[in-house]
């Protein structure tokens, strides 16, 4: 069976250092890998997806960045936090976009920029 | 563009009883998957149910229900004989082939004994 997790649980950061949150797939190959953010009490606002390695979307401009140095790990990095960066950050994988299989999320990253 | 809209921001039920969570969407396409997922204080995310658009029969698991009406781009979400475990924000979700996943801001739904 698949399952996916992510690390670290939760993290407390000053700003301006460096982020990198870690997120692995097993039991299947070639997924399609997002990263989402979550601020308190809001919704899901999709940060990247990647359909394969080194094939790597943004959809929103900001300080952060992803990688996917293998088919079933996806990194999401910083190299200077900012306050707002704060948030809960869950990865999640799925089957290729040409099907339309659900999401299967990950246990979540808390981050806490102070 | 696709949206996904949940226009109650919190709601409340008591144990036992029936509630029903609302979503509409809005899409030219006509083959799609809808989802619900629960977000539980523990915050993972979980699948509680899909349908796929070109079914007519509401898809059922358990005691989770939905009323899919995809003229009216509505796909509510009923949960019957409601339990304490069921106290979660409850987003809904559209996927079309080839697509990204769209969310709605999800409703937070408590279960009160």
């Known amino acids: 069976s698949q399952t996916i997790h992510q690390w670290p649980a939760t993290l407390v950061q000053p700003v301006g250092s460096p982020l990198s949150l870690e997120c692995t797939v097993e039991g299947t190959s070639n997924p399609n890998l997002y990263w989402y953010r979550q601020a308190a009490g809001r919704g899901l606002q999709l940060l990247f997806y990647s359909i394969g390695i080194d094939q790597i979307s943004s959809e929103v401009p900001q300080n952060l960045s992803a990688s996917r140095p293998q088919d079933r790990q996806f990194i999401l990095s910083s190299k200077k936090l900012l306050l707002s960066d704060s948030g809960f950050y869950l990865c999640a994988w799925s089957v290729s976009l040409g099907e339309a299989g659900e999401l299967f999320f990950g246990e979540g990253s808390r981050l806490t920029v102070l | 563009a696709q949206t996904v809209t949940q226009s109650q921001p919190e709601m409340s039920v008591q144990e036992a009883e029936t509630v029903t969570l609302s979503c509409t969407y809005d899409t030219s396409e006509s083959n799609y998957y809808l989802f619900w997922y629960k977000q539980p204080p523990s915050r993972q995310m979980i699948l509680v149910i899909r349908q796929e658009a070109y079914k007519q029969q509401n898809a059922t698991e358990n005691r989770f229900s939905v009323n899919f009406q995809k003229a009216a781009k509505s796909f509510s979400l009923k949960i019957s004989d409601s339990q304490l475990g069921d106290t979660a924000m409850y987003f809904c979700?559209?996927?079309?082939?080839?697509?990204?996943?769209?969310f709605g801001p999800g409703t937070r739904l408590s279960v009160l004994p």
């Open positions: 979700a559209f996927r079309h082939y080839g697509q990204n996943f769209v």
